[in-house]
């Protein structure tokens, strides 16, 4: 099929570069040149494992332009531009879907397919099909559930499709199925339903995400008070099938892009269809989040004796997550400006994410090693549990760093070995040596 990709944010130059991939003709437009020029010699603007040889791979059903005309040449237009947060308000700013729509408009013909991908807030493909209607084009709603580090996976092999139609529009159902025909054939679960449900599934799913993020952040709180372990805590009750231990890791919290923004987002939009009780309690799981971030720096000032000025802190990690250069409301990233704040000498490091914190944080020391960051430090933090951060070796790593401490603000280190090299060892939701001791001894 001949596609076109309207927007090459994230979302649209992994989703123009994989249907590429599936073997469909694709021209992906954006209005940012260099971002254009970057896609076109097959450099992806951003950090995603796997997109850059898929840009190279798919380079003959695969072009990038700036002329929103060149989309004339397509029968289905997927919508992925950006949605971000009101900068005044908790709502969904839907500028850029609106332009996106406008500018399509005019190369339109019959019989064509416009595809919103981007999240939205509930009752914005009704309004958007009215008009794409004047076209004789039809609208239908496909939300994307991208994992960042696993995009490409996750758009050639889901584990699920929606398409959010009208009346159960058999014509749109068909040219999608056309489009997913390799994910139909592995026998993907599909479910076609109405407008209003497929933009409420993307973010009721994120809203149920970050609630069973913050929830065991919630438990974390009362673990530090009372001397219990949340990592067991979250061992123990994840084994009943009925809740499971994906997203029970207890830590710095969410960010992003998506959840943060997403979450109060669907609470404004409540709020405007006066259900707003309704979600109520999403303002206690954005609260619990952002409630993490502080208990992090105060963590890192009780380890280096109750004052953080002038100790030299090496932070360890500045993307939201691992296998990502995204430092959208990172927690890290947050925490590293925190500390300065306190008037800390920070040292930041990330394998991918240093240039895209610099530009947002220039303030921040940024060096390229883990080895530059801890040179000297009284204590390190670590803040985005990369591969290569939970893999350090204790004894070697002592040699860099001016005193013993870590703060693990992902609790993906093991405390029992760091300990056993003389590092005081700290982390969210944990006891203290000391206290984990006691309670060893307890439990014999």
């Known amino acids: 099929m001949k596609i076109s990709v309207i927007g090459c944010g994230y979302l649209g130059a992994v989703h123009a570069a994989s249907m590429a991939k599936l073997g469909h003709t694709v021209v992906g437009v954006d209005v940012d040149e260099q971002k254009v020029a970057a896609l076109a010699a097959g450099h992806a603007p951003f950090f995603e494992p796997g997109l850059p040889e898929l840009l190279v791979e798919g ?83 496909n939300p994307e559930f991208l994992r960042e580090g696993f995009a490409i996976q996750d758009t050639l092999s889901p584990d699920r499709l929606v398409y959010g139609v009208r009346d159960g529009d058999p014509a749109a159902v068909a040219i999608l199925d056309e489009v997913y025909a390799e994910a139909i054939a592995a026998e993907t679960p599909r479910i076609v339903t109405d407008y209003a449900t497929a933009e409420l599934v993307k973010v009721s799913a994120n809203a149920f995400l970050a609630t069973k993020i913050s929830f065991i952040n919630a438990m974390a709180e009362i673990a530090e008070v009372t001397g219990a372990d949340v990592t067991q805590l979250a061992d123990a009750i994840g084994l009943d099938a009925r ?105 930041a490091t990330d394998p991918e994410a240093v240039e895209t914190a610099r530009r947002r944080r220039p303030e921040l020391t940024y060096v390229a090693t883990v080895e530059e960051a801890a040179a000297n430090a009284d204590a390190v933090v670590l803040l985005t549990e990369w591969r290569q951060y939970r893999e350090l070796d204790p004894d070697d790593f002592a040699a860099l760093v001016s005193e013993r401490t870590i703060v693990d603000g992902r609790n993906c280190l093991n405390p029992a070995l760091w300990r056993a090299a003389g590092w005081q060892y700290r982390a969210l939701g944990r006891p203290g040596a000391a206290t984990a001791q006691l309670a060893g001894v307890a439990s014999r």
């Not at 992003?256 to 669907?266: E, V, Y």
């Open 59 to 141: 380079k003959d059903r695969l072009r990038f332009t700036t002329d929103i005309a060149d989309a004339s040449e397509a029968s289905v237009h997927f919508i992925a531009v950006g949605t971000p947060q009101q900068p005044d308000s908790n709502a969904v700013d839907l500028t850029y879907v609106r332009a996106a729509i406008e500018a399509l408009l005019p190369h339109l013909t019959p019989g064509d397919l416009v595809v919103g991908k981007s999240t939205v807030p509930v009752g914005t493909a009704a309004q958007l099909a009215e008009r794409v209607g004047t076209t004789g084009a039809r609208l239908a709603w």
């Open 243 to 347: 809740i499971g231990r994906r997203f029970l890791n207890a830590g710095l919290g969410f960010g992003g892009g998506c959840l943060p923004k997403d979450i109060r987002g669907f609470m404004a939009r409540a709020e405007e269809l006066g259900v707003d009780q309704a979600l109520s309690f999403l303002s206690e799981v954005d609260a619990i989040n952002l409630r993490r971030r502080s208990r992090m720096v105060d963590l890192t000032r009780e380890v280096v004796g109750g004052s953080l000025a002038g100790k030299r802190i090496a932070v360890l990690g500045l993307a939201f997550k691992p296998d990502s250069d995204d430092v959208r409301d990172s927690p890290a990233l947050d925490v590293a400006i925190r500390l300065v704040a306190e008037g800390a000498s920070v040292v």
